[in-house]
């Protein structure tokens, strides 16, 4: 299974910005469509964003305005952009690479990170 790599977290005040980013390690696997989940203490794992191979951008509804998920080929890297960080942020964030079985010989994929840390308090 191919490995996803996060970076970017860390420590920022309420109001203050964050830029995280996804790619691969020791891999030449190409990262198209790409999710970013967070997971905070005891809670379960939530969908943040989306982004299709065509482009498309999904957010769930309490990041909407805020985040902003994107796609450099050149890089092979999936970024997200997090302005207005509010405290209910904090949660470790993970990166996504799912493809579901369309045909026998396109049996899908699903990979992931091992999550960068996002804390935001005073």
């Known amino acids: 299974q191919v490995q996803l790599v996060e970076s970017g977290g860390g420590l920022v005040r309420p109001g203050g910005s964050l830029t995280l980013s996804c790619t691969t390690s020791g891999s030449s696997f190409v990262i198209s469509a790409c999710d970013w989940y967070r997971q905070a203490p005891g809670k379960q794992r939530e969908f943040v964003a989306g982004?299709?191979?065509?482009?498309?951008?999904r957010y769930t509804d309490s990041v909407k305005g805020r985040f902003t998920i994107s796609r450099d080929y050149a890089r092979n890297t999936v970024y997200l952009q997090m302005n207005g960080l509010k405290p209910e942020d904090t949660a470790v964030y993970y990166c996504?690479?799912?493809?579901?079985?369309?045909?026998?010989?396109?049996?899908?994929?699903?990979?992931w990170g091992r999550g960068t840390q996002v804390t935001v308090a005073s």
């Open positions: 996504n690479s799912k493809r579901e079985p369309v045909a026998v010989e396109d049996p899908g994929y699903d990979y």
């Open positions: 982004i299709t191979r065509g482009g498309r951008t």
